[in-house]
């Protein structure tokens, strides 16, 4: 099974800017969908924006315009550039790894934190 690790995390203010950064144990070219989550303390985990197999990307509506998803076949990451963050954007984000059979694997998150 894949195994993921994230990069990137840490402190900004609001509005600045941070790049999350997933690398995969092995290659990613063939896995349906790619994906950042994120999970806020007493909330649920939640979809921030994921990457099909195609290179179809989709948003959550709070992170379209600031947030963009990307990835490297090649190199076998998934980025997460993050624009304009918010205190409310203050969670671990998960990298996602989701098969065409459904079966999804998780990173071990990054903490982002960002200061009003």
């Known amino acids: 099974q894949v195994q993921l690790v994230e990069s990137g995390g840490g402190l900004v203010q609001a509005g600045g800017s941070l790049r999350l950064a997933c690398a995969a144990s092995e290659s990613i070219s063939s896995i349906y969908r790619m994906g950042w989550y994120h999970q806020a303390p007493r909330k649920q985990r939640a979809s921030v924006a994921s990457?099909?197999?195609?290179?179809?990307?989709n948003y959550a509506y709070s992170v379209k315009d600031r947030f963009t998803i990307s990835k490297d076949n090649t190199k076998n990451t998934v980025d997460l550039q993050m624009n304009s963050l918010e205190p409310g954007d203050t969670a671990v984000y998960y990298c996602s790894a989701c098969s065409e059979t459904y079966d999804t694997y998780w990173g071990q998150g990054t903490q982002v934190t960002v200061s009003s």
């Open positions: 990457i099909t197999i195609d290179g179809i990307t």
